[in-house]
């Protein structure tokens, strides 16, 4: 379900291994549809589109978080979905979200929900300055209204459309980190090491992973609770957890992808498995081994934005160059138009050593500008 570029990694990971492809996305030109050996352009709520998807899987699962729940409901009345309806609604709602991570005892920014004008009036003081998050439908930074008054608060909930949401605290981090696990049918359970995230104007840009690239404790910490919540949820498939290290020391929660993530993109030239072999083995209720990585590995995303840097016209960017620069992996996803801001691809870098890596890092990014 869903045909963006996680859908068409997850298709190429899974037709190396035989299999054959389904993907239903409204859109007839989307990156995993381009790949698949079946494309159903149908809107994710078609009761025919679920139904010929059905009638060509032996088992389904999702790449984006707002497939509506009741569409993988209806899907698992005749085949088994992953993850199931009821994990991918909880990661749909950032308050429902919020509940589950308290639940298994791991701390998230304090905040407070909005969903009415009270609500809205009782908010203490003290969560600003803070973030204003829609519930639903946020994504690399959608949604979302830095505020640093009672007054920003309210119009900021104004201009939402008054739509459930939620009021963080903003909070002093000291970096962003995340973790992949994989859980299987029978509670079998791997991880990823913790990647360190970097983040600008609310999109990805950097994932860098290497020994000690987060203080033991803090990646520790952060590995035992991803695997708690995906444990509360008795969770099927891939799962990615973001959490915040605050300058301080203290480990945060800050939200769940139900689905790989494009910080593990990494895993794909850096490991011996990447977050999309392991998906495609959760589904075919494959054994999971815990994934190796063997180099040190720095993730660039490429944004639309790396098209237009001399202004003007799009003009892709010199590959040739970038590929010369060694262990350099470039994945694009075969999107026709580049547009600002949007994700067209990413370059992993590997090597022995961090240092080598960092400094073709530096390389790439002087090439693309
Ligand atoms: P999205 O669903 O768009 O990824 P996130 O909730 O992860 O939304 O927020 C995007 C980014 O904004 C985070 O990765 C982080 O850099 C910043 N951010 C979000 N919440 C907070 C917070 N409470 N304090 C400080 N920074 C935050
Ligand atoms: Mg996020």
């Not at 298709?11 to 996305?25: E, I, K, P, R, S």
């Not at 999109?203 to 910490?221: F, G, S």
């Not at 180099?295 to 934005?305: F, K, Q, R």
């Not at 590929?323 to 370059?347: D, S």
Request: proline residues 6%; contains cysteine.
């Amino acid at each position: 379900m869903g045909g963006g570029q996680l859908g068409r990694m997850f298709v190429h990971a899974a037709q190396q291994m035989g299999y054959f492809t389904a993907v239903l996305d409204p859109d007839a030109d989307s990156p995993a549809g381009r790949v698949s050996h079946h494309h159903i352009h149908t809107d994710y709520t078609d009761v025919d589109g679920l139904a010929r998807l059905a009638g060509l899987s032996d088992a389904i699962t999702t790449e984006f978080e707002n497939v509506p729940a009741p569409s993988l409901e209806n899907l698992a009345v005749t085949r088994p979905v992953s993850p199931g309806a009821d994990a991918v609604a909880i990661a749909q709602d950032r308050i429902r979200e919020k509940s589950h991570f308290a639940r298994c005892g791991v701390e998230c920014a304090p905040y407070a929900v909005i969903e009415t004008a009270d609500h809205l009036a009782a908010v203490p003081s003290d969560l600003l300055p803070g973030i204003l998050k829609t519930a639903r439908l946020g994504y690399d930074g959608k949604g979302q209204r830095r505020v640093a008054t009672r007054a920003e608060l309210e119009a900021a909930w104004t201009d939402s459309g008054g739509v459930p949401c939620v009021l963080e605290k903003l909070l002093p981090l000291d970096f962003e980190c995340s973790v992949i696990v994989a859980r299987s049918e029978d509670g079998q359970m791997v991880n990823f090491p913790a990647q360190r995230n970097l983040h600008r104007d609310g999109i990805l840009a950097v994932t860098e992973v290497y020994p000690d690239n987060i203080p033991k404790a803090a990646a520790q910490r952060a590995i035992s609770a991803a695997r708690s919540i995906a444990e509360g949820i008795s969770y099927v498939g891939v799962l990615c957890v973001e959490f915040f290290v605050l300058a301080d020391g203290k480990l945060v929660v800050n939200e769940m992808a139900p689905r790989p993530h494009n910080s593990g993109h990494w895993t794909m030239d850096a490991c011996d498995m990447s977050q999309f072999d392991l998906q495609v083995r959760t589904l075919a209720g494959l054994p999971l081994n815990p994934p190796r990585q063997h180099s040190a590995a720095i993730m660039l995303n490429l944004l639309g934005d790396l098209w237009f840097v001399d202004g003007g016209e799009a003009v892709e960017p010199r590959w040739a160059d970038v590929l010369a620069l060694p262990g350099t992996h470039l994945h694009l996803y075969g999107k026709t138009e580049a547009r600002r801001g949007r994700k067209m691809g990413h370059l992993n870098i590997t090597g022995e050593s961090i240092d080598a890596v960092r400094s073709t890092a530096d390389f790439a990014a002087a090439v693309l500008g």
